[in-house]
């Protein structure tokens, strides 16, 4: 009975989403492809996978539905949820935004066992003003929407898929002919394009550093980085709470040489074995740029002097003014804090 009720759920919020629009009965031919990427290619069980969908295509999208299945033997939704979040256009024009997660049987294409595969369900409906509808309409490849799933902690030495199916009847997509009359949205004959990702999981037996289970930080072990401390109090406890050791290599902590000199952005977490150092892992706060584990009017303060001189600050603190994760530092990263210091949005840590 809960499962059907989700389910009722899941279809009421897609109709409600999608009843904003007169849908008119004629029909256009584009096409929009999807990519799957992940934020780094080496994980372990434990392990929190953040997983980005870039879209491209040839019309004006007014509402996207979409699902992307999941190994269900390897990922898990993570107990904080999928997180979903937009980017770009789908940002900017965003009207809501939802992931619906489901196991139901109906709701998957007939080629895929749903005991094998998770679901997420991507739901993107455009804003709509008195003078125009949003809409997504790019010609090259960015980045639209992540979410997040956890690596099973029974997972290690296996690979799992993260991927759009290439038919199903949750798909959805709709556009606008004029952005600036809403009579013309109609339903779109859409050719589809697929990119999916195959994810080898660490067997565990290597030596390194991992997150405990349960815990929400992403390690990203191409850049070397610690991320998302988002809502933690960050503290060399925090630290030790949310990393392990992986094999027989030991951990070993710094204080950041921010000029706060705290366990916050620059804090360095050292991977040690037999006496030889493996790595350094920084820690990474977004929008921390004065390395004390949290955004307050100082870190705008260092922000505001060091803009114009970025060659004085080390590599981790440029990474932590990129407050919009766009990989150039300016003034719209200054904008993005000072809107995080006022409540009207937060940075987003999990990039």
Avoid at 83 to 102: M, Q, V
Avoid at 212 to 233: E, F, M, R
């Amino acid at each position: 009975m809960k499962t059907s009720k989700r389910i009722l759920a899941v279809f009421l919020a897609v109709v409600l989403a999608f009843s904003v629009f007169a849908v008119s009965a004629f029909a256009v031919d584009g096409s929009m492809t999807y990519t799957v990427v992940a934020d780094s290619t080496n994980y372990a069980a434990g392990d929190t996978v953040t997983v980005n969908i870039y879209l491209k295509n040839d019309y004006n999208a007014t509402c996207l539905r979409f699902p992307v299945l999941y190994s269900a033997d390897v990922f898990e939704v993570p107990t904080t949820g999928v997180k979903l979040t937009a980017y770009d256009d789908c940002l900017t024009y965003k009207g809501s935004l939802e992931a619906n997660t489901s196991n139901d049987e109906s709701l998957y294409p007939v080629e895929y066992d749903p005991s094998a595969y998770g679901c997420v369900l991507v739901q993107w409906t455009a804003s709509v003003t008195s003078t125009n509808i949003g809409c997504f309409n790019s010609a090259e490849s960015v980045k639209c929407f992540s979410f997040q799933l956890k690596v099973k902690s029974t997972a290690g030495g296996t690979t799992g898929s993260i991927f759009i199916p290439s038919e199903s009847t949750l798909f959805y997509n709709q556009a606008v002919t004029d952005v600036t009359d809403a009579t013309t949205i109609c339903r779109i004959n859409t050719t589809l394009t697929f990119e999916g990702l195959d994810v080898e999981i660490d067997a565990g037996g290597s030596d390194g550093i991992t997150t405990y289970a349960g815990s929400q930080v992403i390690i990203d072990y191409n850049n070397k980085v610690i991320k998302n401390w988002a809502g933690l109090t960050m503290s060399l406890a925090t630290i030790k709470a949310n990393v392990q050791p992986l094999g027989d290599a030991t951990l070993t902590y710094a204080v950041s040489t921010g000029s706060a000199g705290t366990y916050g952005t620059g804090a360095k977490v050292r991977v040690w074995l037999d006496g030889a150092l493996l790595d350094d892992y920084y820690i990474l706060i977004y929008g921390d740029v004065d390395g004390d584990g949290s955004i307050t009017v100082s870190d705008l303060s260092v922000s505001a002097r060091t803009l114009g001189n970025l060659d004085t600050l080390e590599d981790i603190f440029v990474t932590a003014l990129d407050t919009n994760q766009s990989g150039d530092v300016d003034i719209s990263d200054m904008s993005v804090m000072t809107r995080h210091l006022s409540n009207t949005s937060v940075i987003d840590q999990t990039l």
